[in-house]
C-alpha cells in the first residue's frame, strides 16, 4: 500500500516556476511507477507527466513538454514535478499517482485508470 502527500502548490505570475513534491509512504515506493495529473474546474483529469520506477524513462503531455520536468528521489521516497514557464492555461489542481504494475509506455503511463494510489491534490493558480 502506498500513501501520497503532494505539497508546493501555489499562486505564481505568468512566466514564473513552481516545484510540486509528492511524498510517498510504503517500502515498495522505488518499484512504483509515477505519474502526475491535472484537473480544472469542469474538465476531466489530464496527463501531465510520468516516469518509470527506475527513472530512465519519462513522458510529457504535448502541453508541457519543454516547460516541466519530472523527477524522483527513491531514497527520500519523493516525486517532483518542476513547472517552468508557466501560463494561465496550466492553473489546474495538480495530483501524483503510483501504479505498481504499468508498463513503462506512454500509451498506459498517460491513462489515469492505469494508476492504483492517488495523492489529495495541490492547487497551482498561474495568473496573467
Known amino acids: 500500500q502506498v500513501q501520497l502527500v503532494e505539497s508546493g502548490g501555489g499562486l505564481v505570475q505568468a512566466g514564473g516556476s513552481l516545484r510540486l513534491s509528492c511524498a510517498a509512504s510504503?517500502?515498495?515506493?522505488?518499484?512504483?511507477?509515477m505519474g502526475w495529473f491535472r484537473q480544472a474546474p469542469g474538465k476531466e483529469r489530464e496527463f501531465v507527466a510520468a516516469?518509470?520506477?527506475?527513472?530512465?524513462?519519462?513522458y510529457y503531455s504535448d502541453s508541457v513538454k519543454g516547460r516541466f520536468i519530472i523527477s524522483r528521489d527513491n531514497a527520500k521516497n519523493t516525486a517532483y514535478l518542476q513547472m517552468n514557464s508557466l501560463k494561465p492555461e496550466d492553473t489546474a489542481v495538480y495530483y501524483c499517482?503510483?501504479?505498481?504494475?504499468?508498463?513503462?509506455?506512454?500509451?498506459?503511463?498517460?491513462?489515469?485508470?492505469?494508476?492504483?494510489?492517488w495523492g489529495q491534490g495541490t492547487q497551482v493558480t498561474v495568473s496573467s
Open positions: 499517482a503510483a501504479d505498481r504494475r504499468t508498463l513503462p509506455v506512454y500509451s498506459s503511463m498517460s491513462r489515469p485508470g492505469e494508476y492504483d494510489y
Open positions: 510504503g517500502r515498495a515506493f522505488s518499484t512504483y511507477a
Open positions: 516516469i518509470s520506477w527506475s527513472g530512465g524513462t519519462t
